[in-house]
């Protein structure tokens, strides 16, 4: 969503995604999980946030294999393979 004014996208307030996902199963996309290793402004909060709620017991998380496999990909171009097996943990 953009704002009519200042054309700058609205995000949603980790206080909003725990209303939006307590007691729920959430797919966690690709995405989800670079912006949080890669910390990418502004969403590694909002993706931290939601990691947290997982980790509590607030929600359920379903990460994908093709989530996964994307994921390994840049530590395997850069050579890290113990990364990459971490990810894969």
């Known amino acids: 969503m953009k704002s009519e004014k200042s054309g700058k996208k609205n995000l949603l307030r980790p206080s909003d995604l725990e209303n939006l996902i307590l007691g729920k199963r959430v797919l966690i996309d690709t995405n989800i999980i670079i912006y949080l290793t890669d910390r990418i ?11 947290s709620l997982i980790e509590e017991g607030q929600a359920e998380g379903v990460i994908s294999l093709v989530s996964v496999a994307e994921v390994m990909q840049g530590p395997l171009k850069m050579g890290m393979q113990d990364k990459a097996l971490k990810v894969r943990e």
């Open 41 to 51: 402004w502004p969403y590694e909060e909002l993706s931290r946030s939601l990691f």
